[in-house]
C-alpha cells in the first residue's frame, strides 16, 4: 500500500491497532490503539495470545504508564447484532484511534483490513508478533475485555463466561441450550440465533 509517508520519519507516532472477540458468542468485541514512545522501550511485547496471563497483566500496566498515547474502545452487542461483527470490529476501531490523545502520523491495523480513519494506515498480517505497537494493543484490549468477562461471569452465573471468555466452548454450548441465550449474547451469530427461534 502506497502511504505517501516516509515511514523512518514518522516512527514515533505511529499507532498500533488490535482487536479481540470477534469469535465469540457474547459480550462486546474490544479494541485499543497504542502509540509507543521510543525513548521508553517496553520489553517482551509479542501477541496477546503468546504470552501467560500474569505477563499480560504486567504489560498492561506497562504499556499503559509508557505509551505516548493508548485508548481502549469497543462496539457493544448491539452494535455487532445491527451491523455484523466485521463492521462493529471496524468501528470500535475506528473509536481507538479516534480516541488517542495524539494524532498518530500512520496507523497499522492487526489484520487484512483497514477501518476508515481520518489518518493513513495501512494493514498488517499478524501485526501483533511482528509489530511492537500492534502487540502492546492487543495486550490493551486482552487484558480489558477479559477482566470484563469475569465481572460478566459473576453477573450471568453458570455458563462458564470466567473460563471461557465467551468463546463457543462445549461447556457454553451446553449452558446455552440448558440456560437459554442472556442479554450479553449475541443474537446474530448461529448459535444463539438458532436457539431463539426454537
Given at each position: ?44 511485547l509479542?501477541?496477546?495470545?503468546k504470552?501467560s496471563?500474569?505477563?499480560r497483566?504486567?504489560?498492561?500496566d ?25 463492521h ?7 473509536r ?20 476508515h ?42 455458563y ?8 463457543p466452548t ?7 441450550q440448558?440456560l ?13 440465533r438458532k436457539?431463539?427461534e426454537?
Open positions: 500500500m502506497q502511504l505517501g509517508l516516509d515511514f523512518n520519519l514518522v516512527q514515533e507516532l505511529v499507532a498500533g491497532v488490535d482487536e479481540v472477540g470477534r469469535g465469540p458468542l457474547c459480550g462486546a468485541v474490544v479494541t485499543a490503539a497504542v502509540i509507543l514512545d521510543p525513548l521508553r522501550p517496553i520489553l517482551g509479542n501477541d496477546s495470545k504470552l496471563e500474569a505477563r497483566d504486567a504489560l498492561f506497562e504499556i499503559r504508564e509508557k505509551a505516548l498515547a493508548w485508548c481502549i474502545a469497543r462496539a457493544e452487542v448491539e452494535e455487532i447484532d445491527r451491523l455484523n461483527i466485521l462493529a470490529t471496524m468501528l470500535a476501531m475506528q481507538a484511534v479516534e480516541g488517542l490523545s495524539i494524532t498518530p502520523r500512520l496507523a497499522l491495523i492487526d489484520g487484512n483490513r483497514c477501518p480513519l481520518q489518518v493513513p494506515s495501512a494493514a498488517v498480517v499478524k501485526g501483533d508478533s511482528q509489530v511492537p505497537a500492534i502487540a502492546a494493543a492487543s495486550i490493551l484490549a486482552k487484558v480489558s475485555r477479559d477482566r470484563e468477562m469475569r465481572v460478566l461471569d459473576a453477573q450471568y452465573p453458570g462458564g463466561i470466567a473460563g471461557h471468555k465467551g468463546y462445549a461447556v457454553h454450548l451446553e449452558a446455552l440448558r437459554g441465550p442472556t442479554p450479553i449474547h449475541r443474537r446474530s451469530f448461529a448459535p444463539v436457539l431463539l426454537c
